[in-house]
């Protein structure tokens, strides 16, 4: 692998999942609804972008969330109740991803690229992983999200500072789970992989930095 190359990978699918498995049971139970408004009502823009860009902090983002749901559900209280549940949630690891970062620290800038919050770091820290990325480039900070352009301009420029160098977007492999995401970052220039698995995305870096 060359020396030169740097890899920046999404958080969220990528590096850690989620399962939703008792918010669905506890909104059938209680509300008689799918886990799916949750999702549908956090992540609707501008709702959710506001949050992802640096306009809500994630406490208000949430306060604002649970006040949504429980206005179009049977149980106002319950559904705050699964909100700040679902909210506490911060994923679980995906143990085969971090094996294949630790594999390329050891020669290799990675970097973390994510459409985060306020409490990003947080997260991240409470996972332990923070000190297994160069930096971790958030659209909260960036103020923009992916997939804008100019969001992989403004964390291309991050990863430029924090390395003290010019990098040619070539030598960039990004890897996400949404394709809207992938496409972006092709058209500005980076390598870009969708993340299905951590086998098929080594195989893939393995081909395109030995290529």
């Not at 939703?20 to 506890?26: D, H, I, L, S, V």
């Not at 949050?51 to 306060?63: F, I, K, P, Q, S």
Request: proline share 3%.
């Amino acid at each position: 692998m060359a020396a030169s190359q740097v890899f920046v990978f999404d958080i969220d699918g990528v590096i850690r999942s989620f399962r939703p498995a008792r918010m669905a049971a506890r909104l059938d139970a209680e509300l008689g609804v799918t886990v799916g408004i949750i999702e549908e009502t956090a992540f609707a823009d501008p709702f959710g972008r506001d949050l992802v860009e640096g306009r809500m902090t994630r406490a208000e983002w949430v306060a604002e969330l649970s006040e949504r749901i429980a206005q179009n559900t049977r149980d106002a209280d319950a559904a705050r109740s699964i909100v700040s549940e679902w909210a506490a949630d911060i994923g679980q690891l995906i143990p085969e991803t971090l094996e294949l970062i630790d594999e390329l620290r050891q020669q290799h800038p990675v970097f973390a690229f994510t459409n985060g919050t306020d409490c990003t770091l947080r997260e991240l820290t409470e996972h332990g992983i923070v000190d297994r990325f160069h930096r971790v480039l958030n659209s909260f900070e960036l103020g923009i999200a992916k997939p804008e352009l100019d969001s992989y301009s403004r964390a291309h420029a991050q990863i430029e500072q924090t390395l003290g160098r010019d990098v040619p977007a070539a030598s960039v492999h990004f890897t996400d789970d949404r394709a809207d995401n992938i496409q972006a970052a092709a058209q500005f220039g980076w390598q870009a992989v969708q993340f299905t698995d951590a086998a098929t995305l080594r195989a893939s870096l393995a081909s395109a930095v030995t290529s």
